[in-house]
């Protein structure tokens, strides 16, 4: 589950200076060519009659049209904005129709409701069509860019810290199927979002279905009651809170997912009870922790808005060895920042495997360092992708801190003495290569 992100050269067009595009869809040549495409053209295309306007929404997974007449200028507007707004979405494209023909023959052969209209068309894995419509004759209040945010919406797609939120605001139970990311498993994974497509279909304005790499939400799993580290696993994330976990010993089919959300539908589920850990308050612990304030959900919120700091929020799971080490070279930041007296920055810790964070927050791989800047409290939020190591990630924080920090060299990890050590260090590693470069000269 790769991250790729587009990033036009400096020489690119004034409209693409300045902007990164988030990439979601299959990471295959054809796939990234026609995203690709898809950004160097308009934001719309226009279609003139019937057969265009078949023939668009037959060749995109989601389309997008509008049948408007030439009066109707603040649609239009709405439309072209929303448009512009949602073309790096890789599966969204746009079409406008301002032919009153083509409307008539859409509306006769059931393809549109009225005119004027918005549609919205999904061409379904199993074959079929799901289509929407927003009427706009009178006078919708309804967010144009938002509906078909939430409207197109794949019908089963991998879950992101991006798409999170747009999910959770269509207000259905979420179906999340986890997968193990590892290339060996790739068949396995592969056959498990097939089934899962088959009963997403069953479901369709009941539920929402996801699927979940192990390596970017596997430490989720515990959260939802589930066991770590067997693949494939499927659970549900309600808007009341309640956890329910299909029994991990069932085989994940079609047949036994449509039995387990039948179940659910019908109130014949009971939640499943998540052991929490008791968080430790005892002050041996928390002076450990120095300057760094270990939140939960009640608090994480006020902490982040904060507006005279730059907040750092680390996201982990207690008992993970390996988050651990990482903890160790954090808190150790902690303190480098507290002797220089730095004190614009605020630093947090969250333990995602005791307390469940903010949708909003992304924990797509953990351990994570999130920071919120004084100035900018609306996600999403900054979030540092380098080495787990004390010296990458001081560097960091200048760069995107919003209140000036100056460190006095590019070791703000070292004091004073072990920064003389360390450049004595380097004086002689640099002296050992001169001498090893004029013997090999002489050699010559």
């Known amino acids: 589950s790769s991250n790729v992100v587009f990033k036009p050269l400096t020489h690119a067009r004034q409209s693409f200076r300045g902007k990164c595009f988030h990439y979601h869809g299959k990471q295959t040549a054809p796939e990234l060519s026609a995203f690709v495409a898809k950004q160097l053209k308009p934001p719309f295309e226009t279609g003139n009659s019937f057969d265009s306007v078949k023939s668009f929404m037959n060749a995109h997974d989601v389309s997008v049209v509008a049948f408007l007449s030439e009066s109707d200028e603040d649609d239009f507007e709405d439309f072209k904005d929303s448009a512009k707004m949602?073309?790096?979405?890789?599966?969204?494209?746009?079409?406008?129709?301002?032919?009153?023909?083509?409307?008539?023959?859409?509306?006769?052969?059931?393809?549109?409701?009225?005119?004027?209209?918005?549609?919205?068309?999904r061409n379904l894995p199993s074959g079929g069509v799901k289509r929407s419509y927003l009427s706009l004759a009178e006078g919708s209040e309804t967010s144009l860019s938002k509906w078909i945010s939430s409207k197109s919406l794949l019908l089963v797609d991998e879950l992101t810290g991006e798409n999170f939120k747009m999910y959770e605001?269509?207000?259905?139970?979420?179906?999340?199927?986890?997968?193990?990311?590892?290339?060996?498993?790739?068949?396995?994974?592969?056959?498990?979002?097939?089934?899962?497509?088959?009963?997403?279909?069953?479901?369709?304005?009941?539920?929402?279905?996801?699927?979940?790499?192990?390596?970017?939400?596997?430490?989720?799993?515990?959260?939802?009651?589930?066991?770590?580290?067997?693949?494939?696993?499927?659970a549900l994330n309600t808007m009341d809170g309640h956890r329910y976990a299909l029994d991990q010993d069932v085989s994940v089919t079609q047949f036994s997912l449509r039995k387990f959300c039948d179940s659910f539908l019908k109130g014949q589920l009971e939640p499943v009870e998540i052991q929490r850990k008791k968080r430790r308050l005892s002050k041996?612990?928390?002076?450990?922790?120095?300057?760094?304030?270990?939140?939960?959900?009640?608090?994480?919120?006020?902490?982040?808005?904060?507006?005279?700091?730059?907040?750092?929020?680390?996201?982990?799971?207690?008992?993970?060895?390996?988050?651990?080490?990482?903890?160790?070279h954090w808190r150790k930041a902690a303190d480098r920042l507290e002797v220089m007296n730095i004190s614009s920055v605020m630093m947090g810790q969250f333990d995602v495997g005791t307390h469940t964070p903010p949708n909003y927050i992304s924990t797509d791989k953990l351990p994570s360092i999130m920071m919120a800047p004084a100035n900018d409290k609306v996600p999403p939020f900054r979030y540092y992708h380098g080495k787990g190591k004390v010296r990458p990630f001081m560097n960091w924080l200048p760069e995107v801190?919003?209140?000036?920090?100056?460190?006095?060299?590019?070791?703000?990890?070292?004091?004073?003495?072990?920064?003389?050590?360390?450049?004595?260090?380097?004086?002689?590693?640099?002296?050992?290569?001169?001498?090893?470069?004029?013997?090999?000269?002489?050699?010559?």
Not at 176 to 184: A, K
Not at 301 to 327: A, L
Not at 426 to 442: D, F, G, P, T, W
């Open 86 to 121: 949602l073309q790096a979405r890789h599966n969204v494209f746009f079409m406008a129709v301002q032919s009153k023909k083509a409307a008539e023959a859409a509306v006769q052969a059931e393809w549109a409701e009225r005119f004027p209209c918005i549609v919205l068309s």
């Open 401 to 444: 801190a919003s209140i000036p920090i100056h460190f006095e060299n590019d070791t703000p990890d070292l004091d004073a003495e072990m920064r003389k050590a360390y450049e004595e260090q380097m004086a002689e590693r640099e002296q050992r290569l001169k001498e090893k470069q004029k013997n090999a000269k002489n050699e010559l």
């Open 284 to 328: 041996p612990k928390t002076a450990q922790y120095g300057s760094i304030v270990e939140l939960e959900a009640e608090t994480l919120e006020t902490f982040i808005q904060n507006t005279r700091k730059d907040v750092v929020v680390m996201f982990y799971v207690s008992g993970s060895s390996e988050h651990e080490i990482f903890i160790k």
């Open 169 to 234: 605001d269509l207000r259905l139970p979420m179906g999340i199927m986890f997968l193990n990311s590892s290339s060996e498993a790739s068949d396995a994974s592969a056959k498990a979002i097939a089934e899962l497509e088959l009963t997403a279909a069953h479901f369709l304005d009941k539920m929402v279905f996801v699927w979940a790499s192990s390596e970017s939400f596997g430490s989720r799993m515990v959260t939802l009651g589930l066991k770590p580290n067997i693949f494939p696993s499927f």
